[in-house]
């Protein structure tokens, strides 16, 4: 009888605190020492907090060869950008824009319940392969309703992108990628084959687990990156209350990678070209 061997852990990351609009949030990516994970280049963990309508939010601001994917787990958020896409999504919904050779956008919360006034989920960012760095950008809005969820006995996954035990995410992707939201009950174990040639992580967004024997009770703002052995990731719900994590990955990143701000390009030349775009307005205007 064949036994799955199980990925190892390279690294634990602990995000910092960053400012970002009106807000603070637990940044785990790009780390000093890690860029990406397969395709995924930026993290950013936001909330729990409370919003003020009208004052919160993040205002006009560019992107270029990257994709921004805002995913949340409670609130009711915007997405508008100078493309003319607009679009709002609820708690567990996915705002996925494609940025290509750069435009504005701005994201606000929008709550019209009790619920939704309290914002909480994340923020990641994709960079594109080499030969789509200058494509046409391009939006898509991910209602919670159209995210496959796949129970099991102890755990459930929602699948954002990619394929889990043959349910497709909604996300329409660019390169080789996943993006699971899995939830474990407390004492249970989640286990997943990941696809051979993936690089992959966990990001711990609520509760507490262990990932190893050696990595007890790892806690919120923990990112945990596998090794690049095939096989599968396995995590236990070590507390009392439901563990959620994000699990992240596909094939490596086409490098070189070399960011500036919002930019995250292959050459200084596309950098200079999209910082130049964007200050002479090449890249649309959204207003504040």
Same mark, same amino acid.
């Given at each position: 009888?064949?036994t799955?061997?199980?990925k190892?852990v390279?690294?634990v990351?602990?995000a910092?605190?960053?400012?970002?609009?009106?807000? =603070?949030?637990k940044?785990?990516? /790009?780390? @000093?020492?890690?860029?990406?994970? *397969?395709?995924?280049?930026?993290?950013?963990?936001f909330?729990?907090? $409370?919003?003020?309508?009208?004052?919160?939010?993040? *205002?006009?601001?560019p992107?270029?060869?990257?994709?921004t994917?805002t995913?949340?787990?409670?609130?009711?958020?915007?997405?508008?950008?100078?493309?003319?896409h607009?679009g709002?999504?609820?708690?567990?919904?996915?705002?996925?824009? =494609?940025?290509? @050779?750069?435009?504005?956008?701005?994201?606000?919360?929008?709550?019209? =319940?009790?619920?939704?006034?309290t914002?909480?989920g994340l923020?990641?960012?994709?960079?594109?392969?080499?030969?789509?760095?200058l494509?046409?950008p @391009?939006?898509q809005?991910?209602?919670?309703?159209?995210?496959?969820?796949?129970?099991?006995v102890?755990?459930?996954? $929602?699948?954002?992108?990619?394929?889990?035990?043959g349910?497709?995410? /909604?996300?329409?992707?660019?390169?080789?990628?996943?993006?699971?939201?899995?939830?474990v009950?407390?004492g249970?174990?989640?286990?997943a084959?990941?696809? /051979?040639?993936f690089e992959?992580?966990?990001?711990?967004?609520?509760?507490?687990?262990?990932?190893?024997?050696g990595l007890?009770?790892?806690?919120?703002?923990?990112?945990?990156?596998?090794d690049?052995h095939?096989?599968?990731?396995?995590?236990?719900n070590?507390?009392a209350?439901?563990?959620?994590?994000?699990?992240l990955?596909?094939?490596?990143?086409e490098? /070189?990678?070399?960011?500036?701000?919002?930019?995250?390009?292959n050459?200084?030349?596309?950098?200079?070209?999209a910082?130049?775009?964007?200050?002479n307005?090449?890249?649309?205007?959204?207003a504040?």
């Amino acid at each position: 009888m064949e036994t799955t061997s199980i990925k190892g852990v390279t690294r634990v990351i602990q995000a910092h605190s960053a400012p970002v609009g009106t807000f =603070t949030v637990k940044r785990a990516l /790009p780390d @000093r020492d890690i860029q990406s994970v *397969g395709p995924w280049v930026f993290l950013d963990h936001f909330g729990p907090f $409370r919003v003020k309508p009208g004052e919160d939010g993040v *205002g006009p601001h560019p992107h270029a060869g990257i994709e921004t994917v805002t995913y949340l787990l409670s609130g009711r958020n915007e997405h508008l950008d100078s493309a003319g896409h607009r679009g709002i999504v609820g708690p567990l919904g996915a705002q996925w824009m =494609t940025s290509g @050779r750069g435009l504005v956008h701005a994201e606000y919360p929008r709550p019209e =319940t009790e619920a939704e006034m309290t914002q909480h989920g994340l923020q990641l960012w994709t960079t594109l392969p080499r030969a789509m760095k200058l494509m046409a950008p @391009r939006y898509q809005r991910i209602d919670a309703a159209d995210i496959p969820t796949v129970e099991r006995v102890g755990f459930k996954v $929602r699948v954002i992108a990619g394929s889990f035990e043959g349910n497709d995410g /909604p996300a329409k992707v660019l390169m080789p990628a996943l993006l699971w939201h899995v939830s474990v009950a407390p004492g249970k174990t989640f286990s997943a084959e990941i696809p /051979p040639g993936f690089e992959a992580a966990s990001y711990l967004m609520v509760g507490a687990g262990a990932f190893s024997a050696g990595l007890q009770r790892l806690s919120v703002g923990s990112l945990v990156v596998y090794d690049s052995h095939e096989g599968a990731v396995s995590f236990t719900n070590s507390g009392a209350t439901p563990l959620d994590v994000m699990l992240l990955g596909g094939a490596p990143a086409e490098g /070189p990678l070399l960011f500036h701000g919002p930019f995250v390009m292959n050459t200084v030349e596309q950098l200079r070209a999209a910082e130049a775009a964007y200050r002479n307005g090449q890249m649309g205007q959204l207003a504040g």
